[in-house]
């Protein structure tokens, strides 16, 4: 009988070792500077984020071919977190500890970053993050190169109450029922209200996430703007809701001089999937669009057709936002002359790239980046007309101006402050 | 019924050795994460030791389905709702321990709630600044709604896909609703930006081994009850209610009651597994309850060895394995994989992978191995 | 009340717009400058042009206005002249906008267009619906009509009068009506005649009205009070009838596509026994096939695409059927009597065949137009407005059950698949090649996935994940009716579209469908079987 104990117990043994060599065995050494790509391959995030892991393999493969950097080559490190947030915590990790990657750009959703956040700062890694967000974070291990809500959704406001925008008067606030959302929401209706707008004229809805019947509400809206005043709708609904939404607002008969509606999470991704006629002189306000007349923007749709080998693939926001990363990211190694991440951080601020968007960029010590806000209207080819957009690049804001207990707070990750959250620097300044 | 040492001696093989290794990793893997230089090659990385703690966690969740389905004909295609629940109960105690350390420093109010305007903490969360009452919920939670809806399903007699269909509308609905900020639960974020339990701090490796080695003494623990369970007299008419429910209850016995035991047993299992698992993630969220990841459950079962319990565990570590080996090392074809796996397994392995070794210990090793085989294979 | 201040002065500027047409007409505008001023990039310039134009009161330049509006006016590189084209497949036909005459045709890069932002287009829309309300077209008439009721301003009143005469549209006299009597409502100072327009407007039922009538509440005279109220109760039931129509409406249509969804899954789960979990991607498949015949409509041959979808529907049910067959001989066929093992077989499948998809059409959606017969409404004068596509999809989901009944009900293949499904051994026994009968099923309820995926392309997402959104709601529909009953799954459907609607504007859309699941899993206690349960003792295993 022991003798089968102990036999057993060696079996034990034996199956531990063996689970654990050929994941050690996979930890290669580095004679190349690895780039983690953290996007959702597969599930509900595929359909927005794979265009953004092609984005970074093609600034990969265009940097070696400029000769790499700091004479090594770069090498992408892509893995699928499939849309699932644990998972994204835990590929996180094993591009940090594992792959022992130098960077990682990735993650889409709010959530996804904030469940890889934990890890990032564990492990002192550098994630650089594309979209356009609620804010109300700044961690010291992410730059964030999307847009913070004053750089997208208070000037597309302004925009609609001015006399080009139509002057509205009455406000619908839609949304799918998450953070971003809810805080855009939350920060529009503080702005309104400091406009003169009363909460009757206000009508906030929120939609659970791939809502696909939208005839309620889109009759909701109807009848809420037959009440008088101009009125038009502020759209914050995520990705796949998207299209069924339009295309009830083209059958209902909506068109953009009665309501119109302005996006966030529209851009021309999302319209690719749409037969856009009936939704002309609807807006989205966004960092960049690929109608934008500049050298550098022809320049990087030229690179992105070259690379994809599909002339009718479309540039979006959230691309751009990975190329300025990407490029800052290079620029900084380069200054920094090492791929060490504390050294790299520091480099970045004040890091200056020349956008696609036609302006410049600027990487700020608050890990927001500074960028120009542009409004278009939805064109029948899918594209976007600028119709306007702001004198120069607007610094994005961590912390919301219009949230009292945010106001309160600073994000400066440089000395005497050295903090993403607080009310006074941590250091006194003699 | 009690664990003295011939029990343990008359479980089969695979029982065994899913205690030994649960037992020796417990003690193992915390001294080789802890006490062993970084690059000894005895060393195992933190990052291996979460991950493991991982798939122990999805292991006791696939024992509790098993233990439905695979003893009692059960199929529930919701168990990831009380895995969820269990989730949430811990996530809720770790977001009280935040204190004044999140981002907007409120002592009473995570920050998501301070930042949805809420002024005073909703009611569900009353008690979850206490370790111990947040433990009792773990498990009471799930316990409870598996105790009601099986007393309304098994009362009025839903069996087959009926059964199955509304346990998926149960965690359907689950999810929808955590979904909602307005409930109170963090919406689609959940809870996450966890810093410490118990007062020690969850990112320090020691932490991290001993939730690890806790997993494992749970998964161990939760066999042996199974196993035990299964093994007495209340499993055999357990076993009888998969194969002929209608004769069971000719015979006389209250079906329901033994059905609504093993059902709110087995979602209380399911209920702690959720409560490791999320401190090791560090995130909790809706998408646990998403029909899809019950169903992923059921299919670790069946691809283990359904009716087998060490196979539920084997079955989940390996598909689990799979998923983290292919997303890393095939991004783009990892679906097909997993897909083609699935479709393998149950053309050609109806009984799970513990099946095809019987088969084989079986026919070629008839000896000495056999006479290990102590325990009835069902 | 700063508001309706603000309409008169913009009233009057459109009376003096009218008042003296000829006397502007005579003086002879720049015409074609202005034509050229209104491609201008600034939009104020644009907008004087508008004005300008508008003021000539000429008929002929709502011909360029209207090319403007709808993006049709371009300018050519080369010289900078002003055109209005038509699209064709290589460039554009080019016309003068001012006198119409051909100017050729030009390849598209040739010409840039005219661009204008909202304020134009609302200036340009109410500027030729001024010029149109005693033009030749009635639906511009109508427009102009509503937009003078949306305004109402005191000096439209011997306009409106003077086009009522003349008109012999009854729909338009309708809208005519009710504009006059809107403005005679807000601001004409003899209380009798406000009193008619009030009895004039108590027969309208649409929400404009009632936010007028509403007004009319605070107007000081007693007596207009008064029948304001009444004739406002009046408005208000009837707006609440017609908005019980808009639900059942929109009930309807939700059960319809549930039904659609559902409905191959009946024939798959319902009578087959099989736990489809790839039916979502059978009717994904239907609609990348729908986006495929599309696509090679548009390439070679554009003027078929109004049919794409009677085209794509045959197409549909081929593909996804034969995917059907293929799942079926391949893997399901091993599963007979094992009901629960094709869940996961299918699980697995259905895996493989979203990846495949994303392998081959790539993660993005995809574009699936809408034919122009499926696109806008059929408005009422209620304000209840029917959108085309719903009301097409309502009879298509109809028709394709109808056709499903049938083929159970009056066809061999229908008496052997029930035969099949009833007694596997005994309709072996009575030479029915089982197999074959197996794989049609199979085949038949993928098919009809297929052909609901064409019609849910026109509402919804074509990309990899559309199986994923209905896979949940489709077997709660299938089970809610009654395992193997068609006639159950419809009205599972109906009835789940139809509480659905009802609630969401109460609980809102959350909330409305947890309290369906929740009634769905007490409805089951009840009748553990669905709604038409199936009796006798076979059911039993």
Request: with cysteine.
């Amino acid at each position: 009988m022991r003798k089968h104990i102990r036999s057993t117990v060696m079996a034990a043994a034996v199956a531990v070792l063996g689970a654990v060599t050929p994941i050690k065995a996979a930890m290669a050494a580095d004679d190349t500077i690895k780039v983690g790509v953290l996007h959702s391959l597969s599930g509900t995030m595929a359909i927005s984020e794979t265009t953004l892991k092609d984005t970074i393999l093609m600034m990969i493969d265009d940097q070696n071919k400029k000769g790499g950097l700091l004479g090594k080559k770069l090498e992408a490190v892509v893995v699928d977190p499939a849309s699932n947030w644990p998972l994204f915590a835990e590929k996180a990790r094993e591009l940090i500890q594992v792959k022992k990657t130098d960077v990682v750009f990735g993650c889409w959703t709010s959530v996804s970053r904030k469940s890889v956040l934990p890890v990032f700062e564990e492990l002192n890694g550098l994630l650089f993050y594309p979209v356009q967000y609620e804010g109300e974070e700044s961690s010291r291990n992410v730059f964030y190169t999307g847009a913070a809500p004053n750089q997208q959704a208070i000037p597309a406001v302004e925009y609609l109450m001015s006399k080009d925008g139509g002057e509205a008067k009455r406000w619908v606030l839609l949304g799918t029922d998450y953070v971003y959302p809810r805080t855009t929401n939350k920060i529009l209706r503080a702005f309104l209200h400091s406009k003169g707008v009363a909460d009757a004229d206000i009508m906030e809805e929120y939609t659970p996430f791939g809502h696909s019947d939208w005839q309620t509400i889109v009759t909701n809206v109807k009848k809420f703007a037959s009440e008088g005043k101009k009125t038009a709708v502020v759209s914050t609904i995520n990705g796949d809701a998207n299209v069924p939404f339009y295309k009830e607002l083209g059958n209902q008969g909506i068109n953009a001089e009665d309501i119109p509606v302005v996006a966030f999470s529209v851009g021309e991704e999302e319209l690719a999937g749409l037969d856009t006629a009936p939704l002309v002189g609807h807006l989205a306000a966004w960092n960049y669009f690929m109608s934008v007349d500049a050298p550098k923007n022809a320049e990087f749709i030229k690179q992105w057709h070259d690379f994809i080998k599909d002339p009718k693939r479309v540039t979006n926001d959230p691309m751009e936002a990975h190329y300025i990363g990407f490029k800052m990211w290079v620029q900084a190694v380069e200054q920094a002359g090492t791929t060490d991440v504390d050294a790299v951080r520091q480099a970045m601020y004040g890091q200056k790239v020349k956008a696609p968007s036609g302006f410049e960029s600027v990487m700020n010590t608050n890990h927001h980046l500074s960028k120009p806000v542009l409004i278009g209207e939805i064109q029948d080819n899918g594209q976007f007309d600028i119709v306007w957009r702001t004198d120069g690049p607007i610094v994005g804001d961590a912390w919301s101006d219009f949230i009292p207990e945010s106001k309160k707070l600073t994000a400066d990750w440089t000395f005497p402050w050295v903090c993403g959250n607080c009310e006074k620097p941590k250091y006194t300044v003699n | 019924m009690r664990a003295n040492p011939s029990f343990i001696l008359s479980l089969p093989l695979g029982g065994k050795i899913l205690l030994a290794l649960m037992l020796g990793a417990a003690l193992l893997v915390p001294l080789l994460n802890l006490l062993t230089p970084v690059d000894s090659f005895f060393h195992v990385p933190t990052y291996l030791v979460s991950l493991m703690g991982k798939y122990i966690c999805y292991a006791l969740l696939a024992l509790s389905v098993d233990l439905v389905w695979g003893y009692c004909g059960i199929l529930s295609l919701g168990h990831g709702a009380f895995f969820g629940l269990g989730g949430y109960a811990m996530g809720m105690y770790m977001m009280r321990q935040i204190g004044t350390r999140g981002v907007y420093g409120n002592a009473d109010l995570p920050d998501f709630m301070v930042f949805l305007n809420w002024k005073e903490l909703p009611w569900a969360w009353y008690g979850f600044d206490m370790f111990g009452f947040a433990m009792l919920m773990v498990v009471l939670v799930p316990g409870a709604l598996a105790f009601l809806f099986g007393w309304f399903a098994f009362r009025s007699r839903v069996t087959g896909v009926y059964l199955s269909i509304i346990t998926q509308a149960m965690t359907y609905a689950l999810m929808l609703a955590f979904f909602r900020n307005d409930m109170g639960f963090g919406g689609n974020n959940g809870l996450t930006d966890f810093k410490d339990i118990l007062g020690f701090d969850i990112q320090a490796d020691g932490t991290r081994s001993v939730l690890f080695a806790l997993s494992a003494l749970a998964l161990a623990g939760g066999y042996l009850l199974c196993a035990m369970i299964v093994r007495s007299k209340l499993g055999r008419i357990l076993e009888a209610i998969r194969d002929a429910e209608s004769r069971v209850r000719f015979l006389g016995y209250q079906v329901q009651y033994y059905k609504l035991f093993v059902f709110t047993f087995s979602a209380m299992l399911a209920g702690v597994a959720g409560a490791l698992y999320v401190p090791q993630v560090g995130i909790i969220n809706p998408t646990e309850f998403t029909p899809a990841n019950s169903i992923e459950a059921v299919i670790w079962v069946a691809v283990g060895g359904r009716g087998t319990l060490y196979g539920a565990a084997l079955g989940a570590v390996l598909v689990n394995y799979a998923k983290s080996y292919f997303t890393g090392a095939l991004p783009e074809v990892w679906l097909f994989m997993l897909g083609g796996l699935f479709v393998l397994v149950t053309l050609l392995l109806p009984k799970g992978i513990v099946g095809l070794v019987n088969q084989f210990t079986s026919r070629t090793v008839r000896s000495p191995l056999r006479f290990l085989y102590a325990g009835k294979q069902p | 009340m700063a508001f309706f201040n603000a309409l008169k002065i913009y009233a009057l500027l459109l009376c003096i717009l009218f008042m003296p047409l000829h006397a502007f007409a005579q003086t002879q505008a720049d015409m074609p400058g202005l034509i050229h001023q209104l491609t201008d990039k600034s939009r104020s310039t644009q907008a004087e042009a508008v004005d300008a134009l508008t003021a000539t009161g000429d008929p002929v330049v709502i011909a360029p206005l209207d090319a403007l509006l709808n993006g049709n006016l371009y300018t050519r590189k080369s010289d900078g002249s002003v055109w209005i084209t038509t699209a064709t497949a290589t460039g554009f036909d080019l016309r003068d906008p001012l006198t119409g005459a051909d100017g050729g045709s030009v390849a598209a890069g040739e010409m840039s267009k005219a661009k204008i932002t909202n304020a134009i287009r609302t200036r340009l829309r109410g500027s030729i619906g001024r010029m149109s309300l005693l033009g030749p077209d009635p639906k511009l008439r109508r427009e102009a009509a509503d937009a003078i009721f949306k305004n109402g301003a005191r000096e439209s009143i011997p306009l409106l009068e003077a086009a009522l005469e003349k008109e012999t549209d009854e729909t338009v006299i309708r809208r005519m009506q009710r504009a006059l009597a809107g403005v005679h409502l807000d601001q004409s100072d003899d209380t009798q005649v406000r009193l008619k327009a009030i009895e004039t407007l108590g027969a309208f039922t649409d929400q404009d009205v009632r936010a007028l009538l509403n007004t009319a509440l605070k107007q000081s005279d007693e007596s207009v009070r008064a029948a304001a109220k009444k004739a406002l109760a009046g408005v208000e039931s009837r707006l609440e009838f017609w908005g019980m129509a808009e639900g059942l409406f929109h009930g309807l249509s939700l059960g319809s596509v549930l039904l659609l969804a559902a409905i191959g899954l009946a024939i798959t789960f319902g009578v087959m026994g099989i736990i489809n979990m790839a039916h979502g991607e059978m009717v994904m498949i239907g609609a990348y096939t729908t986006f495929m015949v599309q696509e090679v409509i548009r390439n070679s041959y554009p003027g078929l695409f109004d049919a794409s979808l009677f085209i794509a529907i045959p197409a549909a049910f081929m593909v996804s059927g034969m995917v059907g067959i293929a799942i079926e001989r391949g893997i399901i066929r091993f599963l007979y009597g094992r009901p629960l093992e094709t869940l996961l077989a299918t699980w697995g499948v259905s895996l493989i065949l979203q990846q495949t998809v994303r392998s081959i059409f790539g993660p993005t959606n995809k574009d699936v137009g809408t034919p122009s017969w499926m696109s806008g409404a059929m408005e009422f004068d209620s304000g209840l407005a029917l959108t085309y596509n719903r009301v097409a999809i309502i009879v298509f989901s109809l028709m394709v059950l109808g056709l499903l009944v049938l083929v159970m009900r009056k066809t061999s293949l229908g008496l052997r698949m029930r035969a099949v499904t009833q007694n596997r051994a005994m309709a072996n026994s009575m030479g029915i090649r089982t197999g074959t009968v197996d794989a049609l099923t199979f085949g038949l309820g993928s098919g009809i996935a297929g052909i609901a995926g064409v019609a849910l392309s026109q509402i919804d997402n074509v990309s990899p994940n559309l199986g994923q959104s209905y896979i949940v709601d489709s077997f709660m529909v299938v089970v809610f009716g009654g395992v193997g009953n068609l006639l159950g799954t419809f009205f599972g459907a109906m009835s789940l579209g139809l509480v659905n609607k009802f609630l969401e504007p109460f609980a809102g859309a959350v909330l409305g469908k947890i309290f369906i699941l929740i009634a769905l899993i007490l409805f089951i206690q009840y009748r553990p079987r669905g709604m038409f349960a199936l009796k006798g003792r076979a059911v039993e295993n």
